[in-house]
Antibody
Framework: EVQLVESGGDLVPPGGSLRLSCAVS????????MIWVRQAPGKGLEWVSS????????EYVDSVKGRFTISRENSKNTLYLQMGRLRAEDTAIYYC???????????????WGQGTLVTVSS | DIQMTQSPSTLSASIGDRVTITCRAS??????LAWYQQRPGKAPKLLIQ???ILEDGVPSRFSGSGSETVFTLTVSSLQPDDAATYHC?????????FGQGTRLEIK
């Protein structure tokens, strides 16, 4: 059974930093592009970032460019999102997800984890 | 960026009803359109990819159609388990963008 389990969500003050992790079981993540999507309380879904299976290519939504960094450690079957210079508008549930193939051009969000809550507030 | 607009925002229907949700893209996304179901407090689940391909295990009462800029998700006979929010999303290029969601309520 495939499982994606996010962790690292917390209450953090504006301007602070946080690292989210996504531990994957039931598949080998090097075969898949991986994705972060967020959902602010009571709002819709927003794609945040994607990374290729090898980790050599990544993409970001404009609102997080220069503040967030996506990375992966395939040997540990784990995905990360390093978040910096956090703002109140970054408050959301952050979902880890997998695509259906390895390339950064594999953009289908095929399977989602349960999410971890990030709250940015003083 | 491609804007995705869903209608209606909220839909209330009875068991057995046929319901349709529409998703419009601000420019052509060809067939690269996905639909997700999100039950309250849960993660989204992929229902349909490439506008009309049903994922394994998804009940056949769900169907998708459309291309380029106009897409529809149809539930042929509404069941209690279908109460959820439905999201469309294009994956024709980056940035990936979602519609605002349609909340489907059972009367």
């Amino acid at each position: 059974e495939v499982q994606l389990v996010e962790s690292g969500g917390d209450l953090v003050p504006p301007g602070g930093s946080l690292r989210l992790s996504c531990a994957v079981s039931g598949l080998t993540i090097r075969n898949y592009a991986m994705i972060w999507v967020r959902q602010a309380p009571g709002k819709g879904l927003e794609w945040v970032s994607s990374i290729s299976g090898t980790g050599d290519r990544s993409e970001y939504v404009d609102s997080v460019k220069g503040r967030f960094t996506i990375s992966r450690e395939n040997s540990k079957n784990t995905l990360y999102l390093q978040m910096g210079r956090l703002r109140a508008e970054d408050t959301a549930i952050y979902y880890c997800a997998k695509s259906d193939c390895e390339s950064i051009d594999c953009k289908l969000i095929a399977f989602w984890g349960q999410g971890t809550l990030v709250t940015v507030s003083s | 960026d491609i804007q995705m607009t869903q209608s209606p925002s909220t839909l209330s229907a009875s068991i057995g009803d046929r319901v349709t949700i529409t998703c419009r893209a601000s420019q052509s996304v060809d067939k690269w359109l996905a639909w997700y179901q999100q039950r309250p407090g849960k993660a989204p689940k992929l229902l349909i990819q490439q506008a009309s391909i049903l994922e394994d295990g998804v009940p056949s009462r769900f169907s998708g159609s459309g291309s380029e800029t106009v897409f529809t998700l149809t539930v042929s006979s509404l069941q209690p388990d279908d109460a959820a929010t439905y999201h469309c999303q294009h994956y024709n290029g980056y940035p990936l963008t979602f519609g605002q969601g349609t909340r489907l309520e059972i009367k």
